[in-house]
Each structure stands twice: as structure tokens, then as C-alpha cells.
């Protein structure tokens, strides 16, 4: 937003309103290239979620409350007699843009019982609710920043995987925004980021988001990260979720459960940061979680290699850490530790 | 070698000898593209090693000693009397193409051994030494091969890292020469390569070299290896060293370290595989090797990034896993099972 409520956002801004419609940091070309580009309509949104500009749970989620701001306006100025029907195409089409976002589903919910609820032009009172999903959203990374920098304290050293900052979500970060309020009271040195194969939003996203704002980054390869806590460099490893087990189990990135083991073998300490929506109670442990598998050419072409009869990859999007290895859970409404079925309960 | 003696070989040759020259597998190129380059003097070879187009310290090793021939060929052409002053210029250039390899040293030390004791046309007896050398390797490789499949009977899915096969050998492998021993003999179904980065030899080389062979062989990131173990696809981790101390600590490629740690956490068991010219007697521990550190740009520069007061990378070239992590260190003079200072002593 470019008129963002809160001082303490990052530099970094995935989405900004304006009333030319929403701009949007395309993340694919960073950080080679830093170009915001401007959609107004909701199926413009949903292509910018479809094609990846805009990435990370949240930050779909609030694209698309904007997107749905973005056809109500198209709608109402068309016909304001048949605008409520004919969002339900955008809404459907924003649904649709990446299908297994939760974050998505839930932000379109608001948004539809918003609009049920509205008479006259519904622009000004839509949008007050997008910005509200936006703002929410914030204030929850803040909140999580604040509780999670209290468990970092005399930390000098923090390793991070993936990207979990300001391009993730609504202008702070989860496990990114741990370490931007830790990195802000002072005190710790340095963020060690993961390359974060095979997408590497470590080493595209993570370390320029930190570089924006001036926050110390070490790179490394993912294979380095158990040879960093061999050296002391790190007292924690700071990490967000994808979706977590209502036992505390955590479905995150490839490679976190890896950094999991690593930690406990090196008494490095894990942190996972999410918000209380990404907890699924009805998804009782890690093993009912199935880990989705992208296409194994992501790994063989960069490499010229052809899947075959011979030659083949592995390519899961995510894996699951048991909750006996994470040491804290940190969400909006509070913190966890040594998650188990009995501590989660304490968030319900 | 295009004849090369042993029908057992890898379809795949980094190296060879025709009376044209050294024949060299350009490495760099690959897999995009097979392409041999021919070096018919010793400055050739010396910047086919300093440039990379050959790598891996026992393939290096073998084309210097090529490199000798080609520079006795030239100087005895020149001069039949001054050729043996004129040849150290080449071993000096030779020795200077790559400045940590120790194979590298020891095959120009057997090299001018040879050379001194020469008599009238060079050619011949050198030719015959660096053939020697070549299949001497290739022999050790054999019969690491035979002692480390022994120990993988009954392991359906092995992990492997880095390259360590036909191309960083005299045409075998190490690592990578058990995996096809083990292949050769059946019951082994799939071979499991990482990435490797950052300089991506796993994907580049080794899934290249089995796809070569018709090995069975699945890519994964780097940080996939601790899913790929808790899903039990894996029941052995086969990897080099670069360097082995007294007591049995290796120092490997950057990752072997992580791998070490994470098989242990899951019960697959960890072979290191080398000649015993890769135990340094004179190293007591890992404590005593120094890791060396590649340039950061390495992972900066992929990402657009530029080193700076903020931001930077960590890119250690090994890591030093110890001896209790390793189930077995095989060699070509025998098999080291729960490596210790005591149980090194057999190899000596």
C-alpha cells in the first residue's frame, strides 16, 4: 500500500493500492529487476497469482480481497442492478488462480460475506475490507515479531529458509518478521538465508528483501546449513509453515524438516512462525498431510536432462517435521512450546 | 583411453590417449554437450586442469602424466640431448594447474621418477608409465568396487553426492565405482544423486554419467535427502573424500557433513570411498584440516547480488564429517568398518 499505515514495514512492498488498481512486485524477475506492474481488473489479479508474481500465502490472500474490489468497481460501473452476479465469475476465477492456498479461500470468504452485506456503490466499503484483510495481516506479523524476538533474545546468529518476509505477506514477514524485530531491538548479528533449491527464494528473494533493508545476510548452500551450526555461528533457526498438524506437526518448504534434524543434532534451536489460520485441527498429525510433488523437469532442465526410462527427479514441494523437533510455535494469538496435541490446545 | 584395457569400464571417459594426444572430456560443457577437446603439449593439458574441463583429483592425476609424455614428445623432437631440462618447464607448469590436488603431485613425482632413468627416445617408457598410472587407478577403482559391494548387498536405493564416477576417475569411479559394482551385480534398483550445489556436479555429472550407463538414477535438491531417508527409499549414503585423517575423519565435498548427520538420524548407514593415497597419516584428526572457502560470488553472482557491507555468502568448499558418523571407509587395500585411530592402523 503506498500509503501503509504502519512505520515499521519493511522497505519492501509486494502489493501497493492506489487508485489506478494494485500494483504488484513482479517476483520472478527479482532481484534482477525491480518492476511493480499494475493490474485493474480481477482477472488481471488472478493471472498475477497464476503466473507467480505474487507469491507466499498471505500476499495471495490480499491480492485477491483486491482483486475482488477491482471487479465489484468494473461490475458496478457496467450495471449496478447485476454487479453482485457477475463478481461471482471473478471470484471464481481468483479461486481458481492457485488451488491449494488456503490463505486464498479464506481472504475470497470475507470478501463474499462482505459483499452480501453491501447496497449502493460497494467500491468504498469493499475496499475498506481489503484493506482490513491487508492490515490484519500485518498487525498479526507484528504481533508475531514481538513474540518471537522475545524467545531470540541473546541469539547473534539466526538461520532462515525460504522467504517469509515482506514479499510474503502483507509488508512485515512471519519467520522473516521474527528476525526483522529481533534485528531491530539489536543485539543479533547476522541472518544466515538458505539458497532454498530448487526455487531459491533464499538466494533471489530472502537475501535482496534483507539487503533492502539493511539487515545483515550471509547466503549459503543448503547443504552448508549443518556445517554453519557445526560452527556456532547460529542459536536458532527460524522458519515458517505451510500448514500445521493439529499435534503440533509442521508441512513447510523441502529442506525444513532437513534443518529440523540438523538443529536437534547441533542444540540449535527451531522456531516456526505462522499465523493461527494455518493451523488445521482437523488435520490431527504430519502423517495425514500428503506432500505434493511439482514436476520433475524444474530439476532436470536447468540441467538439460530429459526424464525417462533412466533418468528421473524428486521433486516434493514440501516436507513435514514432527513437532518433537520444533521448540517453539509462534503465532499471533501465542506462543508454544514443545508443541504437542495437549500445548496446541492452548491456540483453540 | 580409446583402447582402454578393462571391458568393464564406464561408457564414459574423461581421458583419452590416441597418438594425437590426450583426448579431454570438456566437463564444463556438460551435459548440455559432448565435447572432446584434443591437447597434443603439456600447456595444453596444464590449462585443460587449471580451466576445469577436467576435475576430480585422480582423473587430474592421470592427465598430467599425459601431460609429461606430450612435453617429452616436443622437447625430445627438439632437442634429443637438452630434452630432460626443457621437460621440468612442463612439470612445473603441470604442477601449477591446479595447487591442492595431491594426486596431481604424486603422479608428476612418479613421472620425473620415470624420467630419470629414461634412456634415448622418451616416448615409449613414459607413455608406458602414464598408461600405468591410468590403469593402476583404474584398478584400485575395480577393486573398491568389489569390496564396497559386498557391503551394499540387499540395499535397494542408494544416496550418492558430488561426482565421484568414470569422470573424476581413470573411468571407474569411487564412490560411484561401488554404485556400479553393485548395479553390475543386481538387486540394487535406483541410485539417488543431490544437486550438489553449488557448483551442481550431481545434477551436471553424475545423473548425466549413470543416464550414460543405463543406471537407474533419481535427482533430488540437496535438502530433499533427509525426506528421501525418512521415506526408507534409501538404505545406503555412498560418498568420496578428499582427504582422510589418521583416525578416520573425512573431509569431503560441502554437504557429505549434513548427510552424515541425517543418515545417522535414520538409520541409513554412510560409506566413504578412496584410496588409501587419500589418507593423510600426518593429519592426527579433523580438527587439524583447515576448510577452504570459495569465492562468494559463486552463489551471489546466479542471483544478481553484489557483496557488500550487508550482504554476503558462506561458501566453504568442504566440510569435515568425523568417524563416528561413518559406517565404513573402503579402500583399495581393504575395508575400514567404524573407523577409529586403532582401526585406521590396518591400512598402514
Known amino acids: 500500500m503506498s500509503d501503509h499505515p504502519f512505520s515499521t514495514a519493511s522497505s519492501v512492498q509486494a502489493l501497493k493500492w492506489s487508485d489506478r488498481g494494485l500494483d504488484v512486485l513482479d517476483q520472478r524477475a527479482l532481484p534482477g529487476e525491480v518492476l511493480y506492474q499494475t493490474f485493474d481488473t480481477a482477472a488481471g489479479v488472478a493471472e498475477?497469482?497464476?503466473?507467480?508474481?505474487?507469491?507466499?500465502?498471505?500476499?495471495?490472500?490480499?491480492?485477491?480481497?483486491?482483486g475482488v474490489v477491482l471487479g465489484a468497481k468494473h461490475g458496478f460501473a457496467r450495471g449496478p442492478a447485476v454487479w453482485k452476479q457477475a463478481i461471482e465469475d471473478d471470484i471464481r476465477r481468483l479461486a481458481e488462480s492457485r488451488p491449494t492456498a488456503v490463505?486464498?479461500?479464506?481472504?475470497?470468504?470475507?470478501?463474499?460475506?462482505a459483499i452480501s452485506r453491501t447496497e449502493g456503490d460497494p467500491v468504498p466499503q469493499l475496499l475498506a475490507v481489503a484493506r482490513k484483510i491487508h492490515e490484519d495481516d500485518f498487525a498479526a506479523n507484528l504481533a508475531m515479531g514481538e513474540l518471537g524476538a522475545n524467545l531470540l533474545a541473546g541469539a547473534q546468529g539466526v538461520l532462515t529458509h525460504c522467504n517469509t518476509g515482506a514479499l510474503a505477506t502483507g509488508g512485515y514477514g512471519t519467520a522473516l518478521g521474527v528476525i526483522r524485530s529481533a534485528w531491530r531491538r539489536?543485539?543479533?548479528?547476522?541472518?544466515?538465508a538458505t539458497e532454498t533449491r530448487p526455487w531459491s527464494q533464499g538466494a533471489r528473494l530472502t537475501v535482496w528483501e534483507l539487503n533492502q533493508d539493511k539487515i545483515p545476510a550471509t547466503l549459503l548452500a543448503d547443504s552448508a546449513a549443518a556445517w554453519l551450526m557445526?560452527?556456532?555461528?547460529?542459536?536458532?533457526a527460524v522458519v515458517g509453515a505451510d500448514r500445521i498438524a493439529a499435534n503440533g506437526d509442521v508441512a513447510n518448504k523441502i529442506g525444513t524438516y532437513s534443518l529440523a534434524v540438523l538443529a536437534k543434532h547441533h542444540g540449535v534451536k527451531l522456531m516456526v512462525v505462522a499465523p493461527t489460520s494455518t493451523v488445521d485441527w482437523a488435520t490431527a498429525s504430519g502423517?495425514?498431510?500428503?506432500?505434493?510433488e511439482r514436476d520433475q523437469r524444474e530439476l532436470l532442465h536447468p540441467c538439460f536432462l530429459e526424464a525417462g526410462s533412466v533418468v528421473g527427479a524428486w521433486n516434493p514441494v514440501f516436507d513435514v517435521?514432527?513437532?518433537?523437533?520444533?521448540?517453539?510455535?509462534v503465532t499471533e494469538?501465542?506462543?508454544?512450546?514443545?508443541?504437542?496435541?495437549?500445548?496446541m490446545a492452548s491456540l483453540r
Open 103 to 113: 490463505n486464498l479461500f479464506w481472504a475470497l470468504a470475507r470478501m463474499r460475506e
Open 48 to 66: 498475477a497469482i497464476s503466473s507467480m508474481r505474487v507469491r507466499g500465502a498471505p500476499a495471495i490472500g490480499i491480492a485477491a480481497a483486491y
Open 321 to 329: 517435521t514432527p513437532a518433537a523437533l520444533v521448540d517453539a510455535i
Open 186 to 192: 539489536g543485539g543479533m548479528e547476522r541472518v544466515y
Open 333 to 343: 494469538a501465542g506462543v508454544v512450546l514443545n508443541p504437542s496435541a495437549e500445548a
Open 287 to 292: 502423517a495425514d498431510i500428503v506432500v505434493e
Open 230 to 236: 557445526k560452527s556456532g555461528a547460529v542459536q536458532w
